[in-house]
């Protein structure tokens, strides 16, 4: 090795050392009188690298979902292969330990696409006055589409689901062409049901119809795509460097907007390039250490943002705002990556709203051992929905349901047995025994220890979703 190479080895070291340093004290990097433009580069890595790992990581989140559910037969969370609907058609209970939160207001439709060979078409029959939603989630975790009782009435109708590749004619009967930016979008549907409906809701999901293209204008089965290799997915290599390989891969599968051609063209400095192979080896150890750096920094900045989704209002803790559209996050990625860190496949406010707490009015964490508390809504200040309402309770900390002699775990605003008081105000019980038989129409059981309370607005009205005064519930009281 020559002096000059020996010596600018040296100082891109230093450089490296500098420049890390400074990033662990928050203190500027010293001006160095003068770069080359191979050191200008080695820096340069850093800054990518943080873009785009937050770019990339509810991408990687996605897939581990899709690997783990559509292609990993081995997998304990498979659920059926693309394009076959997969149908959860009971409601949980608290033996099921491995579903935290789980909603028990719905039975759920879940279904990964492959949408390179042709459409498909859901049918949707009439649902009467039934709640229900159909939400299209894409690669980037964008809700692209709804369809449902919000967005396209409860009429029924033919849903067209178009990949970002076919540009064919559409046929008639088509209610909604439905257009994904990427291959493999994601749907999950929410069908309201009450505990004593569950059979009767279970034949109307199954009553929804997803139809090949083909087959749905009588032509012959096209030639299908070419199969794919799906790489392997590993934690350790998703939160590593190696998450150039994954995202690599994943971009080939999507369409990328024009918009963000100076971003990709950045990234592409790193080696990032849909389709292109990802090699290690092929970087330097300068490289590597700021493209390391710059994954670490884009973390600590995805778990920081992710701590900040939610505020307390009154003791509930609230977020809007973090699920949407590509349109509705303008280009937010940092929190698209934190959303997808708190919860992957979350709803846009406007359909589901989540307020949540842990305290009673106090500030005190809810406890049932030796309390009994009240949520109580005067008329005027009941929950303001043009859906339906439901407040869920959980054991802390597994957030697991919780067995009781009545076998309740959420109050339902649709139940037929819900109690108003002649004013019209209501009244919930939150404890550990029974309030009376009188009242027992509006207990909700709570464990012997710690509990959250989760509300779900459903179709929320848009005053109680103002980004600047989200509505909650009233506090949560001790009884008297």
């Known amino acids: ?19 890390l340093n400074a990033c662990s004290s928050n203190i500027p990097p010293k001006k160095i009188a003068k ?10 890595a850093r800054r ?25 037969v081995k997998s304990p969370q498979y659920k059926a292969p ?38 498909l078409i859901w049918s949707v029959p009439n649902m009467g006055d039934r709640y229900f939603v159909i939400q299209f989630v894409d690669m980037f975790t964008h809700n692209f589409a709804y369809v449902g009782t919000r967005s396209t009435g409860n009429n029924g109708g033919n849903y067209m689901l ?28 929410r069908t309201s049901v009450l505990p004593e409906e569950v059979e009767q ?30 790489p392997v997915y590993k934690s350790q290599k998703a939160e590593s460097m190696d998450f150039i390989g994954y995202f690599n891969f994943l971009l080939e599968q999507v369409s990328l907007p024009s918009s963000e051609q100076k971003l990709f063209d950045q990234f592409a400095s790193i080696g990032i390039s849909p389709g292109s192979q990802f090699d290690s080896s092929s970087y330097s150890r300068a490289d590597k250490i700021m493209i390391k750096a710059g994954i670490a920094k884009a973390m600590n900045d995805i778990k920081t943002r992710t701590r900040n989704l939610v505020t307390v209002k009154n003791g509930w803790q609230i977020f809007a705002g973090i699920y949407g559209s590509r349109d509705k996050l303008q280009g937010d990625y940092l929190t698209r990556a934190a959303a997808a860190r708190f919860g992957l496949y979350g709803n846009d406010e406007e359909e589901v709203y989540y307020p949540a707490t842990t305290v009673d009015s106090k500030g005190y964490s809810l406890n049932a051992s030796e309390t009994s508390y ?49 004013d019209g105000s209501l009244t919930l019980y939150i404890q550990h025994k029974s309030p009376g038989k009188i009242k027992e129409s509006n207990w909700l059981p709570a464990p012997q220890g710690k509990f959250l309370l989760q509300f779900r607005a459903y179709m929320p009205k848009p005053e109680a979703i103002q980004p600047d005064n989200l509505w909650v519930p009233p506090k949560v009281v001790v009884a008297n």
């Open 1 to 19: 090795m020559s002096n000059n190479k020996s010596f600018s080895f040296v100082f891109i070291g230093l450089l490296i050392l500098t420049v």
């Open 35 to 44: 770069q080359s433009e191979e050191e200008e580069q080695v820096i340069n």
């Open 48 to 72: 990518v690298a943080i873009d785009a790992y937050i770019y990339a990581y509810p991408m990687l989140e996605y897939y581990k979902s899709m690997y783990r559910q559509n292609i990993d």
């Open 82 to 119: 693309f394009n076959q609907p997969s149908y959860v058609t009971q409601l949980p209970n608290p033996k099921a330990k491995h579903l935290p939160r789980y909603n028990n207001d719905n039975l759920y439709t879940l279904t990964r696409y492959d949408l390179r060979t042709e459409p």
């Open 162 to 189: 178009v990949g970002p590749n076919w540009h064919g004619q559409v046929p008639d009967g088509m209610t909604k062409i439905i257009r994904s930016e990427t291959n493999f979008p994601y749907s999950i549907q």
């Open 201 to 230: 809701v279970s034949a109307l999901i199954k009553s929804f119809k997803l139809i090949p293209f083909h087959q749905f204008i009588g032509k012959p089965s096209p030639k299908p795509a070419p199969e794919i290799s799906f």
């Open 374 to 422: 009240v949520l109580h809504f005067d008329k005027e200040d009941l929950p303001p929905v043009n859906g339906f309402w439901t407040l869920s309770l959980y054991k802390m900390p597994d957030h697991s349901l919780v067995e009781n002699p009545i076998n309740r775990y959420a109050i339902n605003s649709q139940s037929k047995d819900l109690h108003f008081a002649e």
